[in-house]
Each structure stands twice: as C-alpha cells, then as structure tokens.
C-alpha cells in the first residue's frame, strides 16, 4: 500500500508547475497583453510561439493533473483505530462485510453482526498501492470481533439469560409450566394457570459464549440461580451431620434434595446444599370440594352424688359435617391461600355433657397416687429372684415397724396365708390391689375403709420368711406390677 504523504506531494508539485508556467508567461512584458483577451497581430512571431506552447503546455498538465486525481482516486479502510488497507470501490467492501457476516452466520446457525462499523477515508493511490481481495478479507477476520443476535429472558426486569431465537425462549417457559399445565389438564376443578412475574422476550446482541441452551435457562429458573454447591457424603454422615457441618437446617437440606430419602444416604452420594428458589411463580388456581368436621362442645353439669374426683361422661359429643366449596391458591404447587366460597352444614354437631361430682371427697377414697408404706431399706426387688419370679418388693426393717396403707380403699382380705404368712390385701376402687405381707400383727379386718397413711399392721416375719421384713405388691386389674414404677410419685 502507498504513503498518503508521498501521493500529497507528488499532486502539490504538479499544481506548482503549473504557476510556475503562468509567471514566466507575465514576465515577457507584452504591452496590453491579456490572456482573456488575446490578440495575435500584436505580437511578433516569436513571443507568439512561446505564449502558444505555453497555453498547449499549460492545458495538458490541467488535462493530465484532472486524468491522474480521477484514476488515482481511492479509499483508506478504516476499521476501528486500525487501517486495513487500500481500495477504489468502497461497495465492494461492504459486499464483502456482508458476506463475512453471512459465513459467520451459516457456521454458528445463529444472526451474526461485526460489532465495529468500517469507516473510509478519502485518498489517492496507484494501482500497485491498492490492497488485494484475500488480503483484506484476512485483515478484516483478524482484526474483527463480533456480536450474535440473540434473545434475552427477562423476568421482573432481571436477564436470566440469552437464548438463540425467540422459539427458544418461549419454550423455556413452557417447559416450566409443563407439569402445571398437564395438572390444569388432568384436574377439572384447577380454573387457571398463571406466571406471576412480568415475562419478556427482548432481541439483544452479544458475545457468542453468552448464548445458553434451553436447559440451562430451564435450570437455572426451577434453582434460581446459576451456582451449583454439592457435598460428596462420606462414611458415617447423614443429612443431620451434613446439614450441622453446612449450618443448615435439616428440612432445607431435604428440600434442596427432593426426591432423595434422607433415611438413606450412602458413602459417594452427592447431595445438594441450595435450596431452590425457583425465578418464575406458577399460579394455580382450584375450586375444591370437600367435607369438614365442626367439632362438639363441651358442656358441664355437676351432681351432689359423686365425689369432687370424679366425672363421667353422661352424653358422648359427636362432630358435625359441613361441606364446603373453596378457591385455592398454590404457588408452585404450594398452598398460600384459601377462600372459603361456600358452606352448607349437612348435620349439626352434639355437644359433650360432662358430669362432675360436688361431694367432698372421704379419707378412704383412693387419690390414685402411692406413698411407701413403711420406713426401711430395700432387700429385694421386683423381678426373677433365686431361679423364680418375685412379684414384689421387699423393704427391711425391724419387727413392729408400723405399716401403712399405700392409698385409700377397702380391705379386701386381712389374716394368714401360707407362705405370705400374715397378709393385708387393701382394694383400692380404681382398678388397683395393693398387698402388705409377712406381718407380725394386723390391725384391721375385711370390709374397713381405709384411709392413705393409716396403719394397719406392722412388719414381722411370717410365713416363708428369712428376716423381718414387708412384701409389698401391686396389682392392676389382677395383673402384678413393679411396685417401684408406682411409690413416690
């Protein structure tokens, strides 16, 4: 290519010719003489000759000066801050920026545009100056970048990313309504199906590598975001220990793995640690029909016949059903609203009558709680004792020691009996027994009202017996108990 300095001068000097030719025209003195009004009969031969060569010679520079600007003429292709080379036809560029672009185009099946404008700046040139067709077109790739058309996913205003056409994009959110969709279709009562942001499609030009599939955008709508965090369980974790280890709590980390049971984790699985927050909101909205209990009050009346520790149910409540039409709204499946649009009672709940007695309670009844019914220390307790069962428990103290009713009640059986020796047998009235044995006295008889606390025996050791002491046994409707799950509480 040539030195646009180099092609200013070599015109500069011929326009100085020129002048020089005019100023040595004016220096041959010819009185009157005037080129605008030239007269041959007033100059002699000689000066005639010199201003006519100098007129020929003055027409063929003009001539030869307005042939070499027109063919000379030419562009300088400018593409950004660099220069790429020398053309005459300016179109021919253009034509080939077309083409560059189109190639692009068939090559990543997508609208390509270079994203720097070419300018052309006038200049003059020979031909040997100009730059070839192969060349530009390499200097043209090499300098150049470019930008693809695509389409941008914007949700309330935020990019969520750029698809290649806007069939793309619409299927993205498409797939995402999928289930719901198919749901609405399955389901008679879902009425609608809605996004709740505002969804656009808007044409954008980037870089190619911003360009994503339709699985990517799908994905990164249903997580929220783009970023991925994992954990790789090793031996002996779980979802509490990962969850503890992260700082999360155990129900995000089942939400961030649904589908997975947290009951069964094993070494090299791979757990999520984001919970998703999906970027786009399915609505749904569904009329459902379904029964409902009204429950029962409870009303209370009271009776001087029984005692202040007792009640008994004297009408049993039963629950009312109503039927009821409601509107539902879900939010991705979950429920954030319901409207009850109608009601009607298909039957009427019945109260619960409760009766209560007045009657001050008498000593002799039980209260349903045990107290120890002697002082001592324990020998022996409930459970296989020497090869067989022993059935209650042994509190060692000496000969005498008073011995005590666990509870209120009636005595049910008081005398000897075998290898009980002396034994107190104390019905309670509540579905409890209780058994007082070996004793060396015993001072009530069958038929008396006991109180809790009142002695009645005292402790010796009768019947099969290795030391004084009291057997102490408790029954519940006829079955043993272990006595020390009962005392103290």
Same mark, same amino acid.
């Given at each position: 290519m040539g030195d646009p300095n180099h092609r200013r001068n070599t015109n500069?000097?011929?326009?100085?010719? +020129?002048?020089?030719?005019? *100023?040595?025209?004016?220096?041959?003195?010819?009185?009157?003489?005037?080129?605008?009004?030239? #007269?041959? %009969?007033?100059? #002699?031969? %000689? #000066?005639?000759? +010199?201003?006519?060569?100098?007129? +020929?010679?003055?027409?063929?520079?003009?001539?030869?000066?307005?042939?070499?600007?027109?063919?000379?003429?030419?562009?300088?292709?400018?593409?950004g801050d660099d220069e790429l080379g020398i053309v005459r036809d300016k179109e021919e560029?253009?034509?080939? @920026?077309?083409?560059? !672009?189109?190639? &692009?185009?068939?090559?990543?099946?997508?609208?390509?545009?270079?994203?720097?404008?070419? *300018?052309?700046?006038?200049?003059?040139? $020979?031909?040997?100056?100009? @730059?070839?067709?192969?060349?530009?077109r390499n200097n043209i790739k090499s300098k150049m970048t470019f930008l693809v058309g695509g389409y941008a996913l914007i949700v309330d205003g935020k990019e969520v990313g750029v698809l290649r056409t806007k069939e793309d994009a619409e299927k993205v959110i498409n797939k995402y309504k999928e289930p719901f969709v198919k749901l609405h279709k399955d389901n008679e009562n879902i $009425?609608?199906?809605? @996004?709740? !942001?505002?969804?656009?499609?808007?044409? $954008?030009?980037?870089? &190619?590598?911003? @360009?994503?599939?339709?699985? !990517?955008?799908?994905?990164?709508?249903? %997580?929220?975001?783009d970023e991925i965090k994992t954990h790789v369980v090793e031996v002996g974790e779980s979802f509490w220990t990962i969850a503890k280890i992260y700082n999360m709590s155990v129900d995000d980390l089942i939400k961030a793995n649904l589908g997975?049971?947290? !009951?069964?984790?094993f070494p090299g699985d791979t757990v999520n640690l984001l919970v998703p927050k999906p970027l786009l909101t399915i609505a749904t909205i569904e009329e459902v029909k379904y029964t409902e209990d009204i429950d029962y009050g409870v009303k209370v009346e009271f009776s001087s016949s029984m005692y202040k520790n007792q009640k008994k149910v004297k009408i049993k409540g039963t629950l009312g059903k109503n039927e009821v039409l409601a509107r539902v709204t879900k939010h991705n499946g979950v429920e954030v609203e319901r409207q009850i649009v109608k009601e009607n009672v298909v039957s009427k709940p019945i109260d619960k009558i409760l009766v209560?007695?007045?009657?001050?309670?008498? %000593?002799t009844v039980a209260t349903g709680v045990f107290s120890m019914p002697t002082r001592g220390s324990i020998s022996s307790r409930y459970g296989s004792r020497w090869g067989r069962m022993h059935w209650g428990l042994d509190i060692a103290c000496r000969t005498g020691t008073p011995i005590k009713a666990a509870d209120g009640g009636t005595v049910k059986s008081a005398g000897y009996n075998?290898?009980?020796?002396?034994?107190? *047998?104390?019905?309670?009235?509540n579905g409890y027994v209780t058994r007082y044995a070996h004793c060396s006295k015993i001072y009530v008889k069958s038929g008396d009202k006991v109180y809790k606390g009142q002695t009645i025996g005292a402790v010796g050791s009768t019947g099969r017996s290795t030391g004084p002491h009291l057997h102490f046994e408790v029954l519940k409707n006829g079955v043993h108990q272990n006595p020390a799950k009962y005392l103290g509480r």
């Open positions: 500069d000097l011929l326009l100085h010719k +020129i002048k020089q030719l005019k *100023e040595h025209v004016n220096k041959l003195k010819l009185d009157n003489f005037n080129l605008k009004k030239f #007269n041959p %009969r007033n100059l #002699n031969f %000689r #000066n005639s000759l +010199i201003i006519f060569m100098a007129l +020929i010679i003055v027409a063929f520079l003009g001539t030869a000066y307005q042939v070499n600007e027109v063919k000379t003429r030419a562009y300088s292709v400018q593409f560029v253009l034509a080939m @920026i077309k083409d560059i !672009e189109k190639s &692009l185009s068939y090559t990543y099946g997508i609208g390509v545009v270079i994203d720097k404008h070419l *300018e052309f700046k006038d200049t003059h040139a $020979k031909d040997d100056e100009l @730059i070839a067709k192969d060349k530009l $009425k609608e199906v809605n @996004i709740l !942001e505002k969804v656009e499609v808007v044409k $954008k030009e980037v870089p &190619l590598p911003s @360009i994503k599939t339709q699985d !990517e955008i799908l994905n990164k709508i249903q %997580r929220g975001t997975k049971d947290p !009951e069964k984790v209560k007695g007045t009657k001050e309670v008498p %000593r075998g290898a009980y020796g002396y034994m107190i *047998e104390v019905n309670h009235g």
